[in-house]
Nanobody, 113 residues
Framework: QVQLVESGGGSVHPGGSLRLSCAASGCPFSRDVMSWFRRAQGRERVLVAN????????YLLASVKGRFTAFRDNDNNTLDLQVTNLGPEDTAVYYCSRASTSWGQGTQVTVSS
């Protein structure tokens, strides 16, 4: 059974940073495309980043380019998202996904002054 557990969310002021992490189990992580999505309140879920097994980020949401970086560790089955220079528009629940078919419970990021 695939299990994805996110952590690292929190409340920060504008300009702040966080490192989100996703721990995966029960799946062939090193062969899976892993992704970060986010859903702001009242809005649809959007793809933030895709990282393929070879560690390459194949997609990054335009509005986060230069501020967010996705990392994966195939030895430890983790997917991280370093988020910097956060703004109120980044407030959302951030979800880890395996192949867009399995999902974690999400971690809340709130940016406010």
């Amino acid at each position: 059974q695939v299990q994805l557990v996110e952590s690292g969310g929190g409340s920060v002021h504008p300009g702040g940073s966080l490192r989100l992490s996703c721990a995966a189990s029960g799946c062939p992580f090193s062969r899976d495309v892993m992704s970060w999505f986010r859903r702001a309140q009242g809005r649809e879920r959007v793809l933030v980043a895709n990282v393929i097994p070879s560690y390459t980020t194949t997609y990054l949401l335009a509005s986060v380019k230069g501020r967010f970086t996705a990392f994966r560790d195939n030895d430890n089955n983790t997917l991280d998202l370093q988020v910097t220079n956060l703004g109120p528009e980044d407030t959302a629940v951030y979800y880890c996904s395996r192949a867009s078919t399995s999902w974690g419970q999400g971690t809340q990021v709130t940016v406010s002054s």
